[in-house]
């Protein structure tokens, strides 16, 4: 399977995509956490990066396509993978397509997650996630077992400094200047299904099963 989730930040594309990860033994290719783990270490991607992250704004394009061809040759994804937040642009999906025409596998299917923008301010303004890239809760609608901390490595979760809400309003002007057009280029290549993403997690975990089961059922793979 290899499979491109698109949608606004907040979403729930990362989520989803850490479930299928574990469920099915795909590597999840978050940008975002790259570029985050990127920051953290100090890297020239990460010095190079910094203020874009931290504003809001998008990561210029070459510097994306190098670090995902790049993560995509390093990480052991033959088992498939997801595309989490890459391409976020249409130069961003013309990469991509050439670099996998040379080989010979293409994306299977592009999911778009649908999402009223009001919900997404609550989404995100209440988001925290654990520094150690362990994943990300809600205050409210996902609360760790211990306030504050991490559930897997018990380390203080944080707030992302681009999950206040002046970034957020960029981010989203963001996604529907640059990223949005993308809706309609994969839907004329037949790629695109689109998830309604306001329910709950296992809900739209639900309907996401659905949507592969039907397409590889009928595209085998
Ligand atoms: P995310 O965790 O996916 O919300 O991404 C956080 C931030 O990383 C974005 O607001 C951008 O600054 C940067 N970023 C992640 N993926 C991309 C991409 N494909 N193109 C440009 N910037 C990106």
Redesign the pocket.
Same mark, same amino acid.
């Given at each position: 399977m290899r499979l491109i989730f698109l949608g606004a *930040?907040g979403s729930g594309k990362g989520t989803q995509a850490k479930r299928l990860q574990n469920s099915r033994g795909l590597c999840q290719l978050?940008?975002?956490?790259l570029?985050r783990a990127a920051v953290r270490k100090g890297s020239g991607v990460g010095l190079k990066a910094k203020d874009?992250?931290e504003s809001? %704004?998008?990561?210029p394009d070459d510097l994306?396509i190098s670090l995902l061809v790049a993560s995509m040759s390093e990480a052991d994804c033959r088992g498939g993978y997801i595309l989490d937040?890459? *391409?976020?642009?249409l130069v961003?999906a013309r990469a991509l397509e050439k670099s996998l025409e040379e080989t010979e596998q293409p994306i299977d299917l592009v999911i778009e997650f649908r999402i009223d923008e009001g919900l997404l301010l609550e989404r995100l303004s209440g988001r925290r996630i654990c520094p150690n890239g362990h994943g990300e809760w809600h205050l409210k609608f996902n609360p760790p077992g211990r306030e504050g901390l991490c559930d897997t490595c018990g380390e203080a979760l944080i707030h992302r400094e681009?999950d206040y809400q002046d970034k957020i309003k960029i %981010?989203l002007e963001a996604f529907r200047e640059q990223t949005e057009p993308l809706i309609r280029f994969y839907k004329e290549k037949g790629l695109l299904e689109t998830v309604e993403a306001e329910g709950g997690m296992e809900e739209i975990a639900g309907i996401l099963e659905k949507i592969l089961a039907r397409h590889y059922e009928v595209h085998g793979g």
């Open positions: *930040p978050s940008t975002g956490d570029l874009y992250l809001g %704004r998008l990561v994306m937040g890459f *391409p976020r642009t961003q681009d %981010r």
